[in-house]
């Protein structure tokens, strides 16, 4: 989807992109290699330059994320799936005036990690640099300005993914749980019905001493994480279809 991506040059946006995909240019390439005059000479070799200067900068991520507006972030999905992470923050939601981070766990796609408040919080901020691109649900709202709050030196991949807002679009309202019933993904039993409320719980019974408690919050924990890959794979293919559906 990158490559037929057009909307990041400065002066494109959606209906010449689809213009430009109805005459056959479905790609960068396929623009390089006209032979004839697409829009002037003028702005025909600006858009050469900034399409040269797009596969040069293929794999740097910052390239495009400074130049595709928060809505179209989704575009950078595929080409950068090997440097992308999944995301979700467990708080104390205030509880009794305290509002901390309790856990945060990562999904790479492979490997499940997490970072516990009074274990290895700390580090945290080191392990997510390994990445270019963070995907979570509600992060622009919560989870990512909470962890900027948090470790006030932090650096957080260049690019981010909201899928709140990329389901929305797609016609999906309301939290993480709900959408996942209706697309019929299921969890554990003993946590299916489990809420943020209850996150908070959990961790207040560890504080306590029952260490079970925790082994559940974090099986909750990655059960939110994990099950964003799937949201976020359904996202790219059903948006790839919409935008690609007016060739």
């Not at 082994?215 to 794979?233: G, I, P, Q, S, W």
């Amino acid at each position: 989807m990158l490559e037929r991506t057009f909307m990041h040059i400065s002066g494109i946006g959606r209906k010449t992109e689809t213009l430009l995909w109805r005459k056959g240019i479905h790609t960068w390439y396929h623009f390089l290699d006209h032979g004839s005059e697409i829009f002037s000479p003028s702005r025909d070799r600006y858009i050469r330059e900034q399409l040269r200067d797009s596969i040069n900068n293929k794999t740097n991520i910052a390239f495009f994320k400074d130049r595709l507006c928060t809505d179209e972030m989704w575009r950078l999905f595929q080409t950068f799936r090997n440097r992308c992470v999944y995301l979700d923050i467990e708080t104390t939601g205030g509880y009794q005036g305290i509002n901390d981070i309790t856990v945060i766990g990562i999904y790479d796609g492979r490997d499940y990690l997490t970072f516990i408040n009074g274990k290895n919080l700390e580090e945290f901020e080191s392990a997510i640099c390994d990445y270019d691109l963070v995907i979570t649900f509600n992060g622009s709202t919560f989870d990512l300005p909470f962890i900027k709050k948090w470790y006030r030196n932090i650096t957080l991949p260049p690019a981010h993914i909201d899928l709140r807002f990329l389901l929305k679009r797609l016609g999906y309202k309301g939290g993480l749980k709900r959408i996942e019933k209706d697309m019929g993904i299921s969890r554990e039993e003993d946590i299916c019905d489990m809420n943020g409320y209850d996150a908070v719980m959990l961790w207040k019974a560890y504080e306590w001493g029952d260490k079970e408690a925790l082994n559940v919050l974090l099986r909750y924990n990655k059960a939110d994480v994990v099950n964003l890959e799937r949201l976020m794979e359904f996202c790219y293919e059903r948006m790839k279809e919409l935008i690609l559906g007016v060739i």
